[in-house]
């Protein structure tokens, strides 16, 4: 039966464990059909479970306290959460535009704090200009692409 979040599974094919929303169709290993009850190993409610959960699966049972110390400790290496939401970063970079729609470290910083982000105004841009939202006009001057 499945769980709350995700699944580790295992195929009984290839006898791989990966980890599913559900149970899946087909193996992502070997790429056979999994049965309608596909053994489901257990059930985690993060991603960051479901990463260690697949790894620990798929580890012989003598090395596995030694793997789930090292995953565990390791943790803070895949960051879960992001500093602000890619749905509420256009609304406050269009908020932080001038007439013209072109914004500035100086106009985006006391949005940011506004919102009470804590992100820096510069970090942000340049995380923004890399996604294709923003582009750079000057120095100190960019465009929002809408």
Request: net charge negative; aromatic share 2%.
């Amino acid at each position: 039966m499945s769980g709350a979040g995700w699944n580790v599974v295992r195929c009984s094919a290839c006898k791989t464990c990966h980890g599913h929303r559900g149970t899946g169709r087909t193996c992502p290993h070997c790429g056979q059909k999994l049965p309608v009850d596909a053994e489901i190993v257990t059930s985690v409610a993060t991603p960051s479970d479901l990463r260690i959960g697949v790894a620990l699966a798929n580890t012989p049972e003598e090395l596995r306290d030694s793997l789930r110390k090292r995953l565990e400790v390791n943790q803070n290496l895949f960051p879960q959460e992001e500093p602000i939401s890619f749905q509420g970063l256009p609304k406050i970079l269009l908020s932080a535009t001038d007439e013209n729609g072109a914004l500035s470290v100086k106009s985006l910083q006391p949005m940011l704090n506004k919102s009470n982000v804590d992100i820096d105004a510069e970090d942000l841009i340049a995380m923004s200009e890399s996604q294709g939202l923003l582009l750079r006009l000057d120095t100190d001057c960019w465009q929002l692409l809408e």
